[in-house]
């Protein structure tokens, strides 16, 4: 079946560090994928997507790469701020049949420290 | 546009009893998809209903189950509820699945289930 991983945290970083989190996923077909973000008491909201291989998500600095020759989408933001603290979600969407039924990764806790 | 809404935020129930999560889905959107969150977990796909009809399941055992309103809000129960099953439950919403739709969800901040 479909599965995602990504690193473990927390993460602790600097103001203005750059930040990696890396993900993996195992899945048949072409599944699209996204990142999520969860701030502290707040619901998931949807960072970035890609939805084809080598597609580039972009949001609010952060990117991703949809790279499936490595079956990755590693998350990455040149300039962090305290403010994106939180916790990040690798997931993915196996197919069209599969729209809404999301395979999330564990989830990696990022603290920025300023 | 009202995002989605879910009731109760928290709340405390005893093993054995039976529970009933409440979700308003957001303006315009036909699908809810409902989700368990463990501690320290990722979110864990439960059930979808489009349409009022449930459109998917996840690996849940039969005590958990739903229903989608005609104004598309959904429920989720839970019976004979089992210590494992604390958690929070977030619900989403997403647009109709047809052509178009690009998999986003939009969700809500969740209800959060102890049980005792």
């Known amino acids: 079946g479909n599965s995602v991983t990504q690193m473990e945290g927390p993460v602790t970083l600097s103001e203005e560090a750059f930040l990696t989190i890396n993900c993996t996923y195992t899945a048949t077909g072409y599944p699209s994928l996204f990142w999520y973000v969860q701030y502290p008491g707040e619901g998931l909201q949807l960072l970035l997507k890609?939805?084809?291989?080598?597609d580039k998500g972009s949001n609010k600095g952060f990117e991703a790469t949809y790279r499936k020759e490595t079956t990755s989408f590693h998350l990455e933001k040149g300039s962090v701020q305290v403010s994106d603290s939180a916790v990040y979600f690798c997931?993915?969407?196996?197919?069209?049949?599969?729209?809404?039924?999301?395979?999330f990764g564990a989830g990696t806790q990022v603290v920025v420290t300023p | 546009e009202t995002g989605v809404t879910q009731s109760p935020t928290h709340l405390i129930k005893t093993r054995g009893q039976q529970v009933t999560l409440r979700c308003s889905s957001q303006s315009g959107h036909n699908t809810v998809s409902w989700y368990q969150q463990a501690l320290g977990q990722g979110p864990q796909f439960i059930f979808q209903?489009?349409?009022?009809?449930?459109?998917g399941r996840g690996n849940f055992p039969p005590r958990f189950s739903g229903l989608q309103f005609p104004n598309y809000s959904s429920e989720l129960n839970v019976n004979a509820l089992e210590l494992d099953d604390s958690a929070l439950y977030l619900c989403?919403?997403?647009?109709?699945?047809?052509?178009?739709?690009?998999?986003?969800?939009?969700f809500g901040e969740g209800s959060r289930l102890t049980v005792l």
């Open positions: 209903y489009y349409r009022e009809e449930e459109n």
């Open positions: 989403a919403s997403s647009p109709d699945l047809g052509v178009g739709y690009t998999g986003e969800l939009f």
């Open positions: 890609a939805t084809k291989a080598d």
């Open positions: 997931a993915l969407s196996g197919s069209t049949d599969s729209w809404g039924k999301l395979q």
